[in-house]
Nanobody, 115 residues
């Protein structure tokens, strides 16, 4: 069974930064692809960033240049560094990890960008 624990969300002013963490257990982390999704009120879930086992990354156009996804296999942890935040980034952010057998989700962490 895979467990994912997200942390790092909170309230931040426009232009500020947050770093989200996703700590994984119950899988072989080094063979997992990792995604960060978000869902804002009244909107559909959106893929924000992805990183493969080889470290290749992809980003949604809305966050490109502002967000950075990374991974530390030694710590079984993925990160999402978010800079230059705007109110449109307000959402619940979810970590998603895919191994050979299943796709697993964290419980989500709230990010609120407001002045």
């Amino acid at each position: 069974q895979v467990q994912l624990v997200e942390s790092g969300g909170g309230l931040v002013q426009p232009g500020g930064s947050l770093r989200l963490s996703c700590a994984a257990s119950g899988t072989i982390f080094s063979i997992c692809d990792i995604n960060w999704y978000r869902q804002a009120p009244g909107k559909e879930r959106e893929l924000v960033a992805a990183i493969t086992t080889d470290g290749s990354t992809n980003y949604a156009d809305s966050v490109k240049g502002r967000f950075t996804i990374s991974r530390d296999n030694a710590k079984n942890t993925a990160y999402l560094q978010m800079n230059s935040l705007t109110p449109e980034d307000t959402a619940v952010y979810y970590c998603n990890i895919k191994d050979l057998w299943r796709s697993s989700w964290g419980q989500g962490t709230q990010v609120t960008v407001s002045s």
